[in-house]
């Protein structure tokens, strides 16, 4: 199991221990995190599953595919290291990855 | 796969029994121990959030059958469909960017999809404000009213109108155009119905084009005028423009009055609720997403397995049709507790009221902001709002939902 930590708005971290071949935003939803609302269930199709990784862990995923750049645009308040959490895969090597989340996505 | 099911549960979505209550057949259908065959659309029925969700976002499963189907058989089908002769509606209602799949339907969807962001959506909020305080000013003399009929049937029209470019003026004939044009669509049409939906098809069509040619020469800060930039830029064509613009204008209009007139009768039926969203305004966007998930204005959605699928524990061969009924799912007590209470702070509240997976409803926001200008303005406008009918009708079938009229008494604050 991989450790991830969502740190939401206020500064809460939720832990929560995901299978590799999982997706950030089920490991996400698993674990309760509110803030990742992904309403269309992880289809790239809605772009409420935003969240912002460091500048590290951001160069250590694979890098977005075009029609998750396209949709990143138009979320609330995009940052160079956005993603959507449901495009990106947790790999055995993302042990202790933190993940921001944003306030609102709508 | 036999096709046997148990005798004891029927479901019947003709009749009135359904249209006062379909969650006690839900329940029942989810209580079977996989999928319900039901055999007057040939459709597998899934009720319950693990299926519809699998359903929805599994992409080897889409919504229309063409793709692995033969010519024959298409060209049988749409026979079939087509008894009247419907050019128009064939052309611009038939096929859009709901029944399309794969390639096409990402490039129409990309196109569709930046209009109608958080963002977008968000710079509407003001006339939706100010075309709702009109239209309560208009009705301020009256005690009682049609909540469904009186009030919500004219919002949506109106927003849609103006997000188009269409001139507030036109707004209410695009309500009717709408009405007619759905009519294809219900489950009971006749000869008349399709010779009305194909007639507004044709009208909203003639309308479009003078429109059109208005805003190529002089573009403005609409819908519209941006569509003619993405057609002109190669992204869409001339004919799916047309059918993008009658799809926006139909797929927001009835569901939103559905779920208005469905959201309004939820409050007035648990009066606690209604009192603690009065209370506690902030409590607004969990309402409004409450009121989708409790009466789901399109329950009902189709797709076809185009490869032997495992859905239920039980395996379907290609060609399966199957019914995700979102309504169901949006009760089922695997996913919500007390699915059946009505919860204006329910958190979390993961329905599929918006469908799933890429067909994902492009106009949520709009149909959000809608409902929370909406409710927003009533808890300040008015002091008491109450049930001025016994039972409120709804709609019979299995794919809308939404009371026909809801009679309220309302006091002024």
Redesign the interface.
């Known amino acids: 199991m991989i450790k991830v930590t969502f740190v939401e708005a206020n500064g809460k971290r939720i832990e929560a221990m995901a299978k590799a071949g999982d997706t950030l935003m089920q490991a996400a939803?698993g674990a309760?995190v509110?803030a990742i609302?992904?309403?269309?269930?992880?289809?790239c199709?809605?772009?409420t599953c935003h969240c912002v990784l460091s500048e590290d862990w951001f160069s250590r995923v694979p890098a977005p595919a075009s029609?998750e750049a396209?949709?990143l645009?138009?979320v609330?308040d995009p940052q160079p290291t956005s993603r959507l959490s449901c495009q990106v895969v947790i790999g055995e090597d993302m042990q202790g990855i933190e993940v921001q989340v944003p306030d609102s996505q709508? | 796969m036999t096709q046997d099911t148990p005798a004891t549960v029927l479901l019947d979505p003709h009749g009135a029994e359904f249209a006062a209550d379909p969650y006690s057949t839900y329940a029942a259908l989810r209580a079977l121990d996989g999928p319900y065959y039901y055999k007057e659309i040939d459709t597998w029925m899934l009720t319950r959030m693990a299926d519809v969700?699998a359903v929805?976002?599994n992409k080897t499963m889409l919504r229309n059958n063409e793709a692995f189907i033969s010519e024959d058989a298409r060209l049988a089908q749409q026979r079939a469909i087509n008894f009247h002769d419907m050019p128009h509606h064939e052309r611009f209602v038939q096929v859009n960017l709901l029944e399309s799949e794969g390639a096409t339907h990402?490039r129409l969807?990309?196109v569709v999809?930046?209009e109608f962001?958080?963002?977008m959506i968000a710079r509407q909020r003001e006339a939706i404000q100010s075309f709702v305080d009109r239209l309560l000013d208009s009705l301020s003399d009256q005690d009682e009213v049609d909540f469904v009929g009186d009030f919500a049937a004219h919002v949506p029209g109106h927003i849609i109108g103006r997000i188009l470019g269409v001139p507030d003026e036109d707004c209410p004939q695009l309500r009717h155009w709408s009405e007619e044009v759905v009519r294809f669509f219900d489950p009971g049409r006749g000869d008349e119905d399709k010779a009305r939906a194909e007639q507004a098809t044709k009208e909203f069509y003639e309308y479009l084009l003078d429109l059109l040619a208005e805003r190529e020469r002089a573009p403005q800060d609409d819908l519209l005028s941006r569509l003619i930039g993405h057609r002109d830029g190669g992204r869409l064509s001339q004919d799916e423009l047309i059918s993008t613009a009658m799809l926006i204008l139909m797929a927001g209009h009835g569901s939103t009055i559905d779920v208005l007139g469905s959201g309004m009768h939820a409050l007035l039926r648990y009066p606690e609720q209604h009192e603690r969203l009065r209370e506690d305004p902030s409590l607004m966007k969990t309402a409004v997403q409450e009121m989708f998930r409790y009466e789901s204005p399109l329950p009902f959605f189709h797709r076809f397995a185009t490869e032997e699928t495992e859905v239920g524990g039980k395996l379907f061969p290609a060609g399966t049709r199957f019914g995700l009924l979102y309504g169901a799912a949006n009760r089922d007590p695997a996913r919500f507790e007390n699915p059946d209470k009505f919860d204006v702070g329910r958190?979390?509240n993961?329905h599929?009221a918006?469908?799933?997976?890429?067909?994902?409803c492009l106009g949520?926001?709009l149909a959000?902001l809608d409902m929370d200008v909406i409710f927003s303005t009533l808890n300040t406008r008015f002091a008491a709002i109450s049930l001025a009918e016994e039972t409120p009708e709804y709609k019979r079938g299995l794919s809308v939902r939404g009371p026909k009229a809801l009679r309220v008494a309302w006091q002024r604050a």
Do not use: S, Y
């Not at chain 1, 609302?37 to 289809?43: R, W």
């Open positions: 939803v309760g509110a609302a992904a309403e269309c269930g992880g289809a199709a809605c772009g029609d396209d949709m645009d138009f609330i709508i | 969700e929805a976002l990402d969807r990309k999809f930046r962001t958080p963002a958190t979390p993961r599929m918006f469908g799933g997976g890429g067909h994902f949520n926001h959000r």
